[in-house]
């Protein structure tokens, strides 16, 4: 099978289909430019047609043994073993991630499976006592429906399972639209293995479209309760305004802007390993990465030069190459948009201690100090392989530093101090932080999710059960009351 011939279509109703939109997608490997599917977008009626088919499917699937759904999850699972290196070759040619970073996507992949698995025998029903005589609170979980799925370039695979699976094993029918610079990673293989795994048709539609073909037609239907959207935060403000004036659930992972603090007890080999790894896996191009590096003054010396020495010998080029450790950036309006940030915070006094070249997708890793306070990109997400250091003095500075931002993802603490690096951690204004590891992780036990303009809502376990379920009170009146009237 070619996953680019095959697999690049609407999926609608359990079928294969062409969109009637008025212009095409076409999807690229964002390293040698070639042209991997072009894909005609699905139109406002589409959009209507996929959720109809799953308003009409999750009735049946809802009613079905929680064991026949975990079945069919499982078949997923055993099929993306089965194709683990198709699935890592394709990660790397559409999303132009090194191997490393498709094996790493794809491992998580099959861990949300597992847990995904568990999770559609999870919900539990309650009765609760009462204070009036003879009467029985029941409070049963069921699958809230229809939940719309919008999700992001990066990670378009293990995105794409993290809410499909576990809202299919619950009980939901999912409508998916990718990202549409990887329409394949993101929608199609999807489709594919669910459909191959013996998923009843309706139950996982895939969209590839754009808003400048149906507006917030995904967002408006009437049909969806949940929307689940992973993106930039100005995309998800919208999304959120869009959805609660229609009173349907959010689930949003928004923007970051991390930061990974280097206290003065810190093992500064292990730190700036740490940090090099926060700030440029996958390119820069994740949420939690480490978009600022602080540093105690004390050993900030020691540590640059270290972190520098270390940026200097990551190697771009060739992601298909193993001794690559940066790919390209998504597409090379992308890598314009980095340039340009560069050269501005440049414009503004900051001195680049690494300055990368650019050649097409390709952007080499740059490290800037000496940034003003006021610097804009001091606030931003900078999603590419720039890395910010800042100076701090103290732990109450660095903690003002750290939480000087509209964003509240992800974080770090080294230092050799577990109680210490605790202790700090829980002044950062942060949905997760990590002592002595990477911004950078996800774990399908725990909850994910971030604080600020990082989002709205929690992923992951028991997280994941609440999104994706709704709680409904049954009362049981044993005996007969007595009415006032």
């Not at 990974?260 to 990465?289: E, I, P, T």
């Not at 590891?437 to 774990?443: G, K, L, P, V």
């Amino acid at each position: 099978m070619s996953f680019f011939t095959d697999l690049a279509h609407q999926y609608i109703d359990g079928e294969w289909r062409t969109g009637s939109g008025s212009w095409d997608i076409i999807d690229f490997n964002p390293y040698n430019g070639e042209k991997l599917a072009a894909i005609t977008v699905a139109s406002v009626a589409e959009v209507d047609d996929a959720y109809r088919a799953a308003e009409r499917a999750q009735r049946d699937w809802a009613a079905v043994s929680p064991y026949s759904r975990r079945d069919v999850v499982d078949r997923v699972l055993r099929l993306v073993e089965e194709r683990h290196e198709e699935i890592v070759a394709a990660i790397t040619e559409e999303v132009g991630g090194t191997r490393t970073k498709a094996l790493y996507e794809v491992r998580l992949a099959r861990e949300f499976l597992r847990e995904a698995t568990q999770l559609a025998t999870m919900p539990e029903g309650r009765i609760l006592s009462s204070p009036v005589p003879g009467k029985e609170n029941r409070v049963h979980r069921l699958p809230v429906g229809v939940v719309g799925v919008v999700s992001p370039f990066n990670f378009p695979f293990l995105t794409g399972i993290k809410a499909a699976a576990p809202a299919l094993a619950l009980g939901n029918a999912v409508v998916i639209k990718p990202n549409q610079n990887t329409p394949v990673m993101g929608g199609g293989l999807l489709a594919h293995l669910f459909e191959e795994a013996g998923l009843p048709a309706g139950l996982l539609n895939v969209l590839i479209t754009d808003i400048a073909e149906i507006g917030d037609a995904l967002i408006e239907h009437p049909v969806p309760k949940v929307i689940s959207f992973t993106g930039s935060d100005r995309t998800g403000r919208h999304v959120a305004a869009v959805a609660g004036a229609r009173f349907k659930r959010t689930i949003l992972s928004l923007s970051g802007n991390s930061a990974l603090v280097v206290l003065d007890d810190a093992d500064l080999d292990y730190a700036a390993s740490a940090a090099v790894f926060s700030r440029f896996v996958s390119q820069g191009q994740v949420c939690m990465a480490a978009n600022r590096i602080l540093v105690d003054r004390s050993v900030q010396p020691e540590f640059t030069e270290k972190f520098v020495a270390k940026v200097r010998a990551l190697r771009t080029g060739d992601p298909t190459d193993p001794a690559t450790q940066l790919g390209p950036v998504i597409n090379n309006f992308h890598a314009e948009a980095l340039s340009g940030l560069v050269d501005q915070a440049l414009a503004e006094g900051a001195t680049a201690l690494v300055r990368g070249s650019t050649r097409g997708n390709l952007v080499e890793p740059t490290v800037l100090a000496g940034l003003p306070d006021d610097s804009p990109i001091l606030k931003q997400e900078v999603f590419g392989p720039v890395a910010l250091l800042l100076p701090f003095d103290g732990e109450d500075e660095a903690v003002r530093i750290a939480n000087d931002s509209p964003y509240g993802l992800s974080g770090a603490v080294m230092t050799e101090n577990v109680e210490r690096g605790v202790r700090f951690a829980r002044r950062i204004e942060t949905g997760m932080i990590h002592i002595n590891d990477s911004t950078i992780q996800d774990d399908p036990l725990v909850a994910f999710g971030g604080e600020k303009a990082s989002g709205i809502g929690r992923m992951n376990g028991e997280s994941t059960v609440d999104v994706f379920t709704t709680q409904k009170w049954i009362s049981v009146q044993h005996g007969r009351s007595e009415f006032p009237f």
